[in-house]
């Protein structure tokens, strides 16, 4: 069974940097795409970034470009979101997800992370 464990959360004066981090059991990794989503309080979970299964494309939404940086490493199963310049805006629990395809909607992603708290305090 396929399991993604989220880390790396926490509370961060606007300003502040996180990284995140997904750790894939159960399947091969570097099979899948790996995208991060969020969910903030009162509002529908919105895609943020995607990467390929090797890394060589990916892809962000507008309002975190310049600012966060998805990465992933095969042989750690691991895919990251490097998040910086953080505001108040980006907080919400942040889910991590697999997809055998491609996408930026959450229904092309088969399988999900529990997810992590982000908080950013102004």
């Known amino acids: 069974q396929v399991q993604l464990v989220e880390s790396g959360g926490g509370l961060v004066q606007a300003g502040g940097s996180l990284r995140l981090s997904c750790v894939a059991s159960g399947c091969t990794f570097s099979s899948y795409a790996m995208g991060w989503f969020r969910q903030a309080p009162g509002k529908e979970r919105e895609f943020v970034a995607a990467?390929?299964?090797?890394?060589?494309?990916?892809y962000d939404v507008d309002s975190v470009k310049g600012r966060f940086t998805i990465s992933r490493d095969n042989a750690k199963s691991t895919v990251y979101l490097q998040m910086n310049s953080l505001k108040p805006e980006d907080t919400a629990v942040y889910y991590c997800?697999?997809?055998?395809?491609?996408?930026?909607?959450?229904?092309?992603?088969?399988?999900w992370g529990q997810g992590t708290q982000v908080t950013v305090s102004s």
């Open positions: 997800a697999a997809s055998l395809s491609w996408g930026t909607s959450f229904d092309e992603y088969e399988y």
């Open positions: 990467i390929n299964w090797s890394g060589g494309e990916i």
